[in-house]
Nanobody
C-alpha cells in the first residue's frame, strides 16, 4: 500500500517561498496522480494542485501563478514550490494519492 510523507513546512514571511516535498512508497508511483491539499484552521480541506502520471499539472484558483507542482519518478517524490506566499496560505498541507493521505506539514505565513 502507498505511504506518503510530507516535509518542508515551516514559518515564512509574506512574499517568501517554501518548497514542500512528498515522499511516496509503492511500486506503482509513476502511474499515480498525486495531489496536494491544504486545510486551514476551522476551514474545509482545499485542493491546491495535482500532477498526473504524465506530468500534467492543475492548480486551485487561489494558488495559480504562485505555486508549481513537480515530480521525480526516479526518487518517488512530488514537490510543491510555493512562491509569493500570503498569510491566507497558512495551513496544514497534505499529499494525497487515491484515498491515501500523508500526515501533513504545517506552513505558517506571518510577519
Amino acid at each position: 500500500q502507498v505511504q506518503l510523507v510530507e516535509s518542508g513546512g515551516g514559518l515564512v514571511q509574506p512574499g517568501g517561498s517554501l518548497r514542500l516535498s512528498c515522499a511516496a512508497s509503492g511500486t506503482y508511483f509513476s502511474y499515480s496522480n498525486i495531489d496536494w491539499y491544504r486545510q486551514a484552521a476551522d476551514k474545509q480541506r482545499e485542493f491546491v494542485a495535482r500532477i498526473s502520471s504524465g506530468g500534467i499539472a492543475n492548480y486551485g484558483d487561489s494558488v495559480k501563478g504562485r505555486f508549481t507542482i513537480s515530480r521525480d519518478n526516479a526518487k518517488n517524490m512530488v514537490y510543491l514550490q510555493m512562491n509569493s506566499l500570503k498569510p491566507e496560505d497558512t495551513a496544514v498541507y497534505y499529499c494525497h494519492d487515491a484515498g491515501v493521505w500523508g500526515q501533513g506539514t504545517l506552513v505558517t505565513v506571518s510577519p
